[in-house]
């Protein structure tokens, strides 16, 4: 159950801290401040230092974006988010603005509509990604309305506003790293010549790791390092801060043509290109501050970054290094949830003692890392927000009847996994067991696709969500996110999902993807199942080459919340298979009441 | 069967007009010239003097776009066209490019990669897109390739070039123009204001016929007539040729605050603006050429037309009025193809013969102006290309064994209507029952989807596609295109493709589309089924609101041709509750044998 109120709730310093942004947005004559939930690198987990939206709206979640005017303040979150922005904005005056999806523009639609003719709209331009700096531009345009992209308003009125982190970076070495450095860097600058690009600038940090086999600790989860990068065709320059690499692997990347720059000079190496550069950048992956850098002789060349289509490719190696990976984590599952039926109704459990247990399994396996994304563990009502997160104020104790789901993941050296299992709690009633069974079918639907080569990934969405939109339920976030390689839980460029943000989604061989539908229920519960897919080759036929997808995570999915009645024989003749597969896999990985458990909860089911 | 040759084969001028037109690039120092399938409208249906791409080229589908160059010319055709532009391209010497689809930009990257740093391409701006002039620029601007989109090469090289269509302009009157002229003006103006926009321009002539609620006949099959509008706050222009209109109809037009301007005027109206003018255009509706025209001073504001959303969403009046248009269409099927199986084997029949008798059973129906499209009547291997026209030097018998295909429609001042059916000749194999019965499961699955409010319509592409896929196989066209009202066949936004060219295409109650997944194997049949359906409005729940749809198209759809044991049960039902409908509805329309096929044809199957 919640404790009565959350922390915020107590005192919250945000009235005071919105005063003061208004006072400096008077300053500088701004009539309304946007500030996104983003960094110069456009990154989903930022460092403190520009969790400005989070030090000005109290509100933690991972997506949204505050908007302040003289006499109004509005965060825009999808909704995924609803129940806890409602929660931590409730002491803040801070109205909640629902939207479909993180990738809706409703702010920018407010603005062009509430903002006066004359007036001026403000943003830092150096955490404003160029594609979204453009629809700001056209929508306030079209108004008359100024925009200002020149002012980080946060700097004079954040007291010790943090530091950049100074973790150290390190390689990723094999054989976990199976494409060398330099085989990376003449796969990057082929790309760039296909394009007529000889300067290739990177500000996303995921695709810098992936591009440098290199990886850091800078942010929560995603083992990445605050960094720039800029590529020519026989050297690249790494902006960071140098006290990050020691000598040894300063020497390495030396050796590869890598030289190393302080993290601030970026800007400096942009605006020092050779006139005659032609400059390849991702206008959805470089912020508006960094692109106004380039030099206007500049031939500038929009394009993905080509890192996000190689890295999501997984090599067949890799591909191994993962399904030993999916082993490992499906091994500590068994560890986990055998422990926690054995404990449960005996010991008191709360969301809190799951995620440290879980956790706990999994740094016991090898080449474990770390979490890959914040737990969650949620209980009933709590489970019914999609990106829960219970914290040692807010949390509930996990007793009585009901569904709990449990979304975690692992970085391993080999691999990152992803997984959302629900498990039944005392009793479970008919209505939870149908909303379970109604979203194992869409996700089971997904996994038994096959497609043509190339399908542009959104389109499998309506696959998985058939079965709910038939009784008129529907979830607020994608169905499926692309997943990384000892990289980011979250990485693209496929998505399956109806937000369709990214154009280039073509499905091709090697990419790993989500797929996790949910149904949420607010103050109830909350179902959602979730397993890896890896694309693999199927039919070639005078129609083209067909796509089927290798599930690749490997842990039971609860069948005493089945209403087997809902199932079709192909659903259920699935599931026996996936338990089967699950139990062949894992027996020799677990023991004792792991073992047992397993065994227990890969029983075939029937009518 | 195909008769040996197609008329092209015989003598083919092609050749000698290339020559001319490779003289022509070089005068003007342009190195490769692109000739689209596109007019000043960027219509599917082109007058004839725009007819360019055909006239050089032989290839007469509606879509494809020649490139030519000083040793090479290529035609990038959609696979709808390949077996038609195989045939007709054979005698030019002209390659066929295969591209996935319409929307491809694969002449592009082609022309990026095979003209030389320096070289000149060259199109006429005044028939080229603004968005596709866009891509093109950066595509070759990476490349350092010029444009030149200021010649119109074919003007002085194509003798006796046709002239401009004279047709007369008629009022679509009431009671079927449902919405008055002077309402739909008064909504485009709202939308105009809602984006800050003082002026548009209008240059799809569907957008135009439906705003001011006037039809014509200059092209074919479209009742629309070539024209440009320039739409003020409170005064229109219209640019059509004024000896298309009577006094009378100027006069009405004129209360309306609408006057009447040369065509060629159009041009000189956007250089004319006021300085200060907000003008509100659409990058997919407008060419480059005329974007050309818009003073520097004034404030462009991109957004797509208000008129394609207003115009997709049709009226309950006006779907009263389709329902009926669609009992007068089935009745008419219903003699069409009760004469078909009384005269196959025993007459000599056609696919000309089908043409002609399908167009006479709905030319006695009421409120008939014309076929919607020319007649798909493809018999076999006929039937394997999906947009066939049997001609007099081509087409075959129907005798013997086989499939035939029969895709038709009309325009009634009530409605526009879009049918496929394909029916059993002879003996029909279990290769040739399996392929319709797959297909059937596609059109099924997507006429009993239930899908949220504003759900893309691209979404629901894969769940037609789904049984076919799961066998390998697919097609290369889209599952559905929106069908106008009185207007055109083919109509935006919404489509149920995997194309996504407009990013508007969230499915809103009102709009009407096609559902006709289709299997083609080249050389042996063809398999299409085609009914239109309407979105209407279905649940209400806490999770939103949610669609369906009514299929509107009423005719039997083959039992003769199912593999009952492919079929799930709630796909019989559905079939033989769809029988039912469609006997219930046409009863009364019709009688004698038609009434008796139309009784046969509807009885319910059964395992």
Same mark, same amino acid.
């Given at each position: 159950?919640?404790?009565?109120?959350?922390?915020?709730?107590?005192?919250?310093?945000?009235?005071?801290?919105?005063?003061?942004?208004?006072?400096?947005?008077?300053?500088?004559?701004?009539?309304?401040?946007?500030?996104?939930?983003?960094?110069?690198?456009?990154?989903?987990?930022?460092?403190?230092?520009w969790?400005?939206r989070?030090?000005?709206?109290?509100? #933690?979640?991972s997506?949204?974006?505050?908007?302040?005017?003289?006499?109004?303040?509005?965060l825009?979150?999808d909704?995924?988010?609803?129940?806890?922005?409602?929660k931590?904005?409730?002491?803040t005056?801070?109205?909640?603005?629902k939207?479909?999806?993180?990738?809706?523009?409703?702010?920018?639609?407010?603005?062009?509509?509430?903002?006066?003719?004359?007036?001026?709209?403000?943003?830092?331009?150096?955490?404003?990604?160029?594609?979204?700096?453009?629809?700001?531009?056209?929508?306030?345009?079209?108004?008359?309305?100024?925009?200002?992209?020149g002012?980080?308003?946060?700097?004079?009125?954040?007291?010790?506003?943090?530091?950049?982190?100074?973790?150290?970076?390190v390689?990723?070495?094999?054989?976990?790293?199976?494409?060398?450095?330099?085989?990376?860097?003449?796969?990057i600058?082929?790309?760039?010549?296909?394009?007529?690009?000889?300067?290739?600038f990177?500000?996303?940090?995921?695709?810098?790791?992936?591009?440098?086999?290199?990886?850091?600790?800078?942010?929560?989860?995603?083992?990445?390092?605050?960094?720039?990068?800029?590529?020519?065709?026989?050297?690249?320059?790494?902006?960071?801060?140098?006290?990050?690499?020691?000598?040894?692997?300063?020497?390495?990347?030396?050796?590869?043509?890598?030289?190393?720059?302080r993290?601030?000079?970026?800007?400096?190496?942009?605006?020092?290109?050779?006139?005659?550069?032609?400059?390849?950048?991702?206008?959805?992956?470089?912020?508006?501050?960094?692109?106004?850098?380039?030099?206007?002789?500049?031939?500038?060349?929009?394009?993905?970054?080509?890192?996000?289509f190689?890295?999501?490719?997984?090599?067949?190696?890799?591909?191994?290094?993962?399904?030993?990976?999916?082993?490992?984590?499906?091994?500590a599952?068994?560890?986990?949830?055998?422990?926690?039926?054995?404990?449960?109704?005996?010991?008191?459990?709360?969301?809190? #003692?799951?995620?440290?247990?879980?956790?706990?399994?999994?740094?016991?396996?090898?080449?474990?890392?770390?979490?890959?994304?914040?737990?969650?563990?949620g209980?009933?009502?709590?489970g019914?927000?999609?990106?829960?997160?219970?914290?040692?104020?807010?949390?509930?104790?996990?007793?009585?009847?009901?569904?709990?789901?449990?979304d975690?993941?692992?970085?391993?050296?080999?691999?990152?996994t992803?997984?959302?299992?629900?498990?039944?709690?005392?009793?479970?009633?008919s209505?939870?067991?149908?909303?379970?069974t109604?979203?194992?079918?869409?996700?089971?639907?997904?996994?038994?696709?096959?497609?043509?080569?190339?399908?542009?990934?959104?389109?499998?969405?309506?696959?998985?969500?058939?079965?709910?939109?038939?009784?008129?339920?529907?979830?607020?976030?994608?169905t499926?996110?692309g997943v990384?390689?000892?990289?980011?839980?979250?990485?693209?460029?496929?998505?399956?999902?109806?937000?369709?943000?990214?154009?280039?989604?073509?499905?091709?061989?090697?990419?790993?993807?989500?797929?996790?539908?949910?149904i949420?229920?607010?103050?109830?519960?909350?179902?959602r199942?979730?397993?890896?897919l890896?694309?693999?080759?199927?039919?070639q036929?005078?129609?083209?080459?067909?796509?089927?997808?290798?599930?690749?995570?490997?842990?039971?999915?609860?069948?005493?919340?089945?209403l087997?009645?809902?199932?079709?024989?192909?659903?259920?003749?699935?599931?026996?298979?996936?338990?089967?597969?699950?139990?062949?896999?894992?027996?020799?990985?677990?023991?004792?009441?792991?073992?047992a458990?397993l065994?227990?909860?890969?029983?075939?089911?029937?009518?």
């Amino acid at each position: 159950m919640n404790s009565p109120q959350s922390s915020t709730a107590i005192t919250s310093p945000i009235p005071a801290r919105l005063l003061q942004l208004r006072q400096a947005m008077q300053k500088h004559g701004i009539h309304a401040y946007i500030i996104p939930s983003a960094d110069p690198h456009l990154s989903e987990y930022l460092p403190e230092r520009w969790e400005g939206r989070s030090y000005f709206s109290g509100f #933690t979640g991972s997506a949204g974006t505050l908007v302040v005017t003289a006499n109004f303040a509005g965060l825009w979150v999808d909704s995924r988010y609803w129940s806890q922005a409602e929660k931590e904005l409730a002491p803040t005056g801070i109205q909640m603005m629902k939207i479909a999806s993180a990738a809706a523009t409703a702010h920018i639609d407010w603005l062009a509509q509430h903002v006066e003719q004359g007036q001026t709209v403000g943003v830092d331009g150096m955490v404003l990604g160029l594609a979204t700096a453009r629809l700001l531009a056209t929508a306030l345009h079209a108004k008359k309305i100024q925009l200002d992209t020149g002012n980080d308003l946060l700097q004079n009125i954040w007291p010790n506003r943090p530091d950049l982190p100074e973790a150290p970076i390190v390689e990723h070495l094999p054989p976990f790293a199976v494409i060398s450095r330099q085989d990376k860097l003449s796969l990057i600058r082929e790309a760039m010549r296909s394009k007529g690009a000889d300067w290739h600038f990177v500000s996303t940090v995921d695709d810098i790791a992936w591009i440098f086999n290199l990886r850091g600790s800078d942010v929560s989860y995603n083992p990445v390092f605050i960094s720039h990068a800029l590529i020519g065709l026989n050297k690249a320059t790494l902006f960071v801060s140098p006290a990050k690499i020691n000598a040894n692997l300063q020497a390495v990347l030396a050796s590869d043509g890598i030289n190393i720059v302080r993290y601030q000079d970026a800007q400096t190496a942009l605006r020092n290109l050779p006139a005659e550069a032609r400059l390849l950048i991702d206008p959805r992956r470089i912020t508006h501050g960094f692109s106004q850098a380039v030099p206007a002789s500049v031939q500038v060349i929009e394009a993905i970054n080509p890192s996000v289509f190689a890295k999501s490719r997984k090599h067949p190696q890799e591909i191994q290094f993962v399904r030993e990976a999916m082993e490992q984590d499906g091994a500590a599952l068994c560890e986990f949830f055998s422990w926690l039926e054995s404990v449960s109704g005996k010991e008191t459990i709360t969301e809190i #003692t799951i995620d440290e247990q879980i956790c706990a399994a999994r740094a016991r396996q090898p080449h474990y890392i770390s979490p890959s994304f914040g737990t969650i563990a949620g209980f009933n009502g709590n489970g019914a927000m999609p990106h829960y997160r219970a914290t040692k104020e807010s949390h509930a104790i996990i007793e009585g009847n009901g569904l709990l789901l449990i979304d975690s993941g692992g970085q391993y050296l080999n691999g990152t996994t992803d997984i959302t299992r629900v498990v039944p709690i005392g009793e479970v009633s008919s209505e939870q067991k149908r909303d379970f069974t109604l979203i194992l079918k869409g996700m089971i639907n997904l996994s038994q696709m096959r497609f043509p080569r190339g399908t542009f990934s959104p389109m499998l969405d309506s696959i998985a969500r058939a079965p709910i939109w038939a009784e008129g339920i529907n979830y607020g976030h994608g169905t499926g996110h692309g997943v990384g390689y000892f990289l980011n839980v979250h990485e693209g460029p496929q998505s399956i999902s109806g937000a369709m943000a990214e154009p280039h989604t073509a499905m091709e061989v090697g990419m790993i993807t989500s797929n996790e539908p949910g149904i949420y229920r607010p103050g109830q519960w909350g179902v959602r199942i979730e397993n890896l897919l890896l694309n693999t080759p199927s039919l070639q036929t005078e129609f083209g080459e067909y796509l089927e997808f290798e599930t690749l995570t490997l842990c039971p999915i609860d069948t005493r919340c089945i209403l087997t009645e809902l199932l079709r024989d192909d659903e259920i003749a699935w599931l026996n298979h996936y338990h089967a597969t699950v139990l062949k896999r894992l027996s020799a990985r677990v023991s004792g009441t792991a073992k047992a458990w397993l065994i227990e909860r890969t029983l075939p089911i029937a009518r």
